[in-house]
């Protein structure tokens, strides 16, 4: 009896983790299309709880989705396709606040302003704020978002809040 429970349950994990990913994966490849990407993300060892994970999927400049790794993609095109799923499966966490640390260190600046402007358009409309730490220079121009900036100038924080 506690054998079949178990495999009730795994069923419903099963399908419950499923559905999710379905719908991350939907958001995700619409993000990634603004980046002139493709991919999407999959379940791998369903069949086993301790084992089960995801692999994300990313092809840019037109290849074919290939694994997410340090070997494949650049610094840049692994921390796009990351910040992009993170934004997708955030949509599916209900949570007021979020943060990410220096998301953009290796992104381009045409990517850099593409996951800056999904960050402000992913909260928009709800009653959530992003934190955004980076060292990079981003701008939010048009965009209805409040900035404080510090940075250390020759030994003192220097504090500029743009509203």
């Not at 909260?123 to 980076?134: N, P």
């Not at 990079?136 to 965009?143: L, P, R």
Request: hydrophobic residues 40%.
């Amino acid at each position: 009896k506690a054998i079949e429970e178990v495999k009730t349950r795994m069923e419903a994990w099963r399908t419950v983790i499923q559905n999710l990913l379905n719908h991350v994966n939907l958001k995700y490849q619409e993000i990634l299309s603004e980046a002139h990407a493709i991919g999407d993300v999959r379940l791998i060892n369903d069949r086993d709880i301790e084992a089960a994970g995801l692999e994300i999927f990313v092809g840019f400049k037109g290849g074919k989705p290939v694994p997410l790794n340090a070997y494949t993609q650049s610094g840049g095109e692994r921390s796009t396709a990351t910040m992009t799923f993170l934004v997708a499966l955030q949509q599916h966490v209900q949570s007021p606040f979020r943060a990410v640390d220096e998301y953009d260190i290796h992104m381009d600046p045409k990517n850099r302003e593409l996951i800056a402007n999904l960050l402000v358009s992913s909260v928009r409309g709800l009653d959530a704020q992003y934190l955004a730490i980076t060292p990079s220079q981003v701008t939010f121009t048009g965009k209805d978002v409040h900035i404080i900036t510090v940075q250390n100038v020759e030994g003192t924080s220097l504090i500029k809040e743009v509203a």
